[in-house]
């Protein structure tokens, strides 16, 4: 049974914690990309969380199916006004079997890295490519291993450090495991840690992942505004291709 990280408390705060991926700036190009890629047939989300991708999109006109382990966040995304559009099967994205076959499948927020053997990872795309139709698209939004940060034999790499938290990102380069430790305050005081592990993978591994499941490469972008990819990208949207 897989471990559980977005509980009903993880929910309850995730869109007010990630509020800067809510911005237009951001879903903006996110919603246009995945819908002109979805041409007017279904998409699938992996790890639909709270609907913060899934709703936008949904109101585009694209119908939505998502998969998704955590009935915390699904609750959530059900309150929200759109919820109502989106088809949820909560369940394991290696495994799990959303009815329907579907031109987009999508991967957004470094959640691939949630999965934390590669076997599984490879079990992500597999998934992925089995709901495609010929042709389809699985498109992954994840971040670039940062350990050109990691001076000498360095484990630890602050990402966040503001008045209510403290992110700092733990690597294991001998596993390719991270633990994303986070420690949260609302009284400047007392702070509360939580810590998520992480797989952390290259966007060439990825590429292999794609061709184990019969999928190729077909665009691989800085960004969802489709800029260029370049060795000093931090993250990359990729798109590979069934068949
Ligand atoms: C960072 S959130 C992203 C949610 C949403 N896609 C977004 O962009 O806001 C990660 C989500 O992945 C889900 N998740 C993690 N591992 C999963 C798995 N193996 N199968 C399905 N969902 C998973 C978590 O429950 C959580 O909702």
Request: proline share 4%; aromatic share 10%; glycine share 10%.
């Amino acid at each position: 049974m897989r471990e559980n990280h977005f509980d009903t408390e993880v929910a309850e705060r995730y869109d007010e914690g990630s509020a800067e991926m809510f911005a237009p700036e951001v879903l903006g190009p996110t919603v246009d990309l995945l819908a002109e890629l979805a041409g007017g047939r279904p998409a699938l989300e992996l790890a639909v969380g709270t609907g913060r991708v899934a709703i936008p999109l949904a109101q585009r006109g694209v119908h939505v199916h998502g998969i998704e382990l955590s009935e915390a966040m699904v609750a959530q995304l059900r309150a929200k006004p759109g919820g109502d559009l989106i088809d949820v099967t909560i369940g394991d994205m290696t495994e799990a079997t959303a009815e329907g076959r579907f031109r987009l499948a999508y991967l957004v927020f470094n959640t691939i890295g949630n999965v934390t053997t590669q076997d599984d990872q490879v079990a992500v795309f597999e998934n992925a490519a089995r709901h495609l139709e010929p042709g389809g698209f699985f498109v992954v939004e994840n971040g670039v291993p940062i350990l050109r940060r990691l001076p000498g034999s360095e484990r630890f790499a602050v990402f966040d450090h503001t008045d209510g938290h403290v992110g700092i990102d733990e690597y294991d380069t001998a596993t390719q495991l991270m633990w994303s430790h986070h420690y949260s305050s609302t009284d400047g005081t007392t702070y509360r840690r939580s810590s998520v592990p992480f797989r952390y993978v290259w966007p060439a591994e990825l590429d292999l992942m794609a061709r184990i499941a019969g999928m190729r490469l077909a665009h691989r972008w800085a960004d969802w505004d489709r800029s260029e990819f370049t060795g000093a990208s931090t993250r990359h949207v990729s798109v590979w291709r069934k068949g």
